[in-house]
């Protein structure tokens, strides 16, 4: 409270003081766990769009049909193909489908691959069918829609 003077008293500063750190660190406390609880939600999205991916890629494998399917998660992400030596150290087979972070539009698709190898920023599967984007990658942002068929020996994806 105020004394006679109107000036607070070193009790009652320090009660504010000590408040104000308390809302500080609360906020801290908060922000960490939003961004945590983000991370980890992203990934668990990329995983399960990863699945829905596999999923269509061994339908369309055994058949000459045709999948159309809807990515809703992560936004801002990419879904990337790669065969070869140029791809992340996630995929040890001849050919990989990604779904990694999607920051710049202008980078070639090799560049995400350090993208892709870094933790919490993508997911890969190896896939036994060559497998290409028709254009790559195809951006997750908020939603895609995309088409998947095959095209001779290989699998197509295409955003529709």
């Known amino acids: 409270m105020k004394n006679k003077n109107g000036i607070l008293g070193l009790d009652e500063a320090i009660k504010i003081l000590l408040a104000?750190?308390?809302m500080v660190l609360l906020?801290?406390?908060i922000t960490g766990s939003i961004k945590i609880f983000t991370e980890s939600t992203?990934?668990?999205?990329?995983?399960?769009?990863?699945?829905?991916?596999?999923?269509e890629i061994e339908k369309i494998q055994n058949s000459d049909g045709?999948?159309?399917?809807?990515?809703?998660?992560?936004?801002d992400w990419g879904v990337f193909t790669w065969e070869g030596d140029k791809k992340p150290i996630q995929c040890e087979g001849d050919y990989c489908v990604c779904i990694c972070e999607y920051e710049i539009d202008y980078l070639l698709p090799d560049a995400y691959s350090d993208k892709c190898n870094e933790e919490k920023k993508g997911i890969c599967r190896e896939?036994?069918?060559?497998?290409?984007?028709?254009?790559?990658?195809?951006k997750i942002n908020p939603l895609a829609l995309l088409k998947i068929y095959k095209d001779g020996d290989?699998?197509?994806?295409?955003?529709?």
């Open 66 to 75: 045709t999948g159309e399917f809807f990515l809703e998660s992560p936004k």
């Open 154 to 160: 290989r699998i197509v994806i295409k955003e529709n």
């Open 20 to 22: 104000l750190i308390g």
């Open 42 to 55: 992203a990934l668990g999205q990329a995983k399960e769009s990863l699945e829905k991916i596999s999923f």
């Open 127 to 138: 896939v036994p069918i060559q497998i290409i984007t028709q254009h790559t990658p195809i």
């Open 27 to 29: 906020g801290l406390f």
